[in-house]
């Protein structure tokens, strides 16, 4: 598989310097393709390009022991997308698709915004770019974007215009303590909401997550989830940090009728292991200490999706639609039972929990909820756009424009170096498998020319000081590092790290084949993000783990400057402590021509497109579903109709789509912003 840089004792070679370390400055310049010294005869060809492709038949990694548990994957299929639909469960009008109905992703502007809380900061910016006041409830307009402008947008170290640190986002719960789950009412019932920097005049807004809201559109390729990594690969049925729970437990139904409380590990299962993490969040969906089993309690008996319309020609649950209502014909329990193993949920006595009586199933309702969901999202991948059809040897699928700017794609502006393979992310579990393009741990030369290791598609491109947010340089709430390459530096001084990984020194980079025996060897890792897939870009802003970028010609001219860290190179804003950089080695200037910007823009756009996403096509329809699009009023003023101290929500309705997609009068999704 091609390696993003050529071996250290190559670039000695090609340097005419065998014996001899290159400077700083000739390694650099080494790794970017420039050579300092003159050319001679016998130069190695440089590495070809990465291998794009296109991602029909890549198969979707699944786990392999999955019919231990699902009996019926389409009824597990049914139960995921149901689930992932239904307003019903989340503790106030949340479900999982009110911040991944558009492509996948969020373009919503009102009540959008972060303050920065990943990096204790509670104070919204004031004003924002465009003279805006920002904060709670504000709306986003094109003005504001984006986050961080400079004098020149060719100079990353020109005079600063404006920055912010906040961040674009998705609005999700008001919180507050749970005090009962309601049997019959959409929203728990909920103690008052936090007293938190949310708020407009002393009342409540939704508040707003952290990090923006990535695509779920073909994420089941993906090794790791979340931006930091942190769902893990490995299911453990009850949280995202598969192994590192220890505590974490499924309950089997035993031969002699007792109940067992048993561990398990399902591989290729990042999806459910994110997908049990917005539910029981009280940012995102749940009031304050709701457990999976008091989900389980309110949702079992329901009918799903009772408050929202199905298309009878919805692709999944058309069949079990009701015909004359809302919802369908059927319960949660009934589906759990059709999918899953009755080992599962068909114990007759009740279990204690925390010393409240549950059944099995309302006990092992996060196994289902993550199993189902990730069925369902593994449905949702996006193989027929024109690079598809373009690397299946149909050349006519890409314009002139955009076949320049693939070429540029893969050359002059580095972007496969990070966004490659079908999936076009390093992150995808296609590159990720271990002993692929390094493995998980990589050793390379990095932004400062010097050597590190750090995890294989996790990199600090500079978006904004580490310090404001580590992500993969973070740890689980075990204190365990999320890093794979700090977790190896552990293994190293003989401590036992829960991530099952190999590291193999020979499909290093740099100094192949010599292992890393020194637990100080230094890492790269703080500041670094997954890699985002690229494909259906175009719908998906705002951009980055910040959403500080609105368009796709932000974007460009973002990495044109070679990113917006601060600092001379080798000691900038991507640096932590002791370490001064953690920059990504392809982060450097470009130097792309205006034309060549246009090409590189044109070719994300329509060539990336499935326009079964932009059309909302099957596998891509979905339900109705009303979303928040902020509160009623404004940054300034909100309103309390009913006396509850929390802002009363602006609904977005979101019709309901068959398999035939968005037909009249609905037009094709739109980029952000449009």
Not at 305 to 321: F, H, M
Not at 521 to 546: C, I, M, Q, S
Not at 593 to 616: C, G, I, M, Q, S
Request: charged share 20%; hydrophobic share 40%; glycine share 10%.
């Amino acid at each position: 598989m091609w390696s993003r840089v050529a071996p250290l004792a190559v670039l000695s070679g090609i340097l005419g310097m065998a014996g001899t370390a290159p400077t700083a400055q000739a390694r650099v310049q080494a790794v970017k393709g420039r050579l300092v010294a003159p050319p001679a005869p016998t130069l190695p060809l440089p590495d070809p390009p990465p291998v794009l492709g296109s991602l029909r038949g890549v198969p979707v990694p699944l786990p392999p022991d999955l019919d231990n548990f699902v009996r019926d994957k389409e009824a597990a299929i049914a139960l995921g997308k149901a689930l992932f639909w239904d307003v019903q469960a989340g503790s106030d009008g949340q479900a999982c698709a009110s911040c991944h109905f558009h492509a996948g992703a969020d373009h919503r502007l009102k009540n959008q915004l972060d303050p920065g809380v990943l990096g204790r900061d509670n104070s919204f910016t004031s004003p924002l770019a465009s003279g805006g006041a920002g904060g709670p409830n504000y709306t986003l307009a094109a003005g504001d974007f984006p986050f961080h402008r400079l004098a020149d947008p060719r100079d990353r170290n020109s005079a600063v215009v404006f920055d912010t640190n906040d961040v674009a986002s998705s609005q999700g719960t008001f919180a507050g303590m749970l005090k009962l789950v309601s049997p019959v009412a959409v929203n728990d019932v909920c103690g008052p909401p936090d007293a938190t920097v949310f708020q407009v005049g002393g009342l409540a807004t939704r508040k707003v997550e952290g990090r923006n809201t990535p695509t779920v559109i073909n994420a089941a390729f993906n090794f790791r989830n979340f931006w930091d990594g942190r769902a893990n690969n490995i299911f453990n049925g009850a949280s995202p940090f598969g192994r590192r729970d220890a505590g974490a437990r499924v309950l089997e139904l035993a031969p002699d009728g007792t109940v067992v409380a048993v561990a398990i590990a399902l591989d290729n299962s990042s999806l459910a292991s994110q997908a049990v993490g917005p539910a029981t969040s009280d940012f995102e969906m749940s009031c304050t200490g709701r457990s999976f089993a008091d989900i389980g309690r309110k949702l079992l008996a329901r009918a799903p999706l009772a408050q929202q319309e199905v298309s009878p020609t919805d692709s999944v649950l058309g069949t079990y639609r009701r015909l004359f209502s809302k919802g369908l014909r059927t319960t949660y329990q009934q589906l759990v039972e059709q999918a899953f193993r009755p080992t599962y949920w068909s114990a007759a006595q009740l279990v204690t929990l925390k010393g409240r009586p549950f059944t099995q199933a309302e006990a092992n309702f996060a196994l289902f909820w993550g199993l189902a969901i990730e069925l369902y999202e593994a449905t949702l991948v996006s193989d027929d756009a024109p690079i598809d059809h373009y690397f299946e040897g149909n050349t006519a699928a890409l314009t002139d424009q955009e076949a320049r700017g693939l070429a540029i794609f893969q050359t002059k502006a580095h972007c496969a170096a990070c966004h490659n393979g079908p999936e076009l992310s390093a992150a995808a579990s296609a590159q990720q498998a271990e002993n692929q393009e390094g493995g998980l741990v990589e050793r390379m030369i990095m932004g400062d020319a010097n050597v590190a290791l750090y995890d294989n598609g996790f990199y600090n491109t500079g978006v904004r000081p580490t310090f404001e947010d580590v992500g993969v340089g973070g740890t689980d709430p075990f204190g365990n590092p999320l890093s794979f390459t700090r977790q190896f530096k552990q293994q190293l001084v003989g401590n036992t790290v829960f991530d099952p990984f190999a590291v193999d020194p020979c499909s290093f980079a740099i100094d192949p084949c010599v292992p890393v025996s020194d637990p100080e060897f230094r890492d790269a890792v703080d500041g670094a993000f997954k890699t985002p897939t690229l494909r259906n870009v175009e719908l998906t802003g705002p951009y980055f783990h910040n959403g500080g970028t609105a368009t796709l010609e932000q974007v460009v001219d973002f990495y044109n400057r070679g990113g917006d860290r601060r600092g001379e190179d080798g000691n900038d804003t991507t640096g932590l402590g002791a370490n001064h950089s953690n920059l990504d080695p392809d982060i450097e200037v470009l130097e792309l021509t205006d034309d060549e910007k246009a090409d590189l823009v044109a070719f994300l756009k329509r060539p990336l497109t499935d326009d079964r996403v932009r059309w909302e096509r099957a596998p891509f329809d979905h339900p109705a579903l009303t979303v928040a699009d902020g509160a009623q009023g404004n940054e300034h003023r909100v309103f309390d109709g009913n006396s509850d101290k929390r802002a009363d929500d602006a609904p977005l309705v979101i019709p309901a789509v068959g398999a035939a997609g968005r037909l009249a009068p609905l037009g094709p999704l739109m980029p952000f912003l449009y």
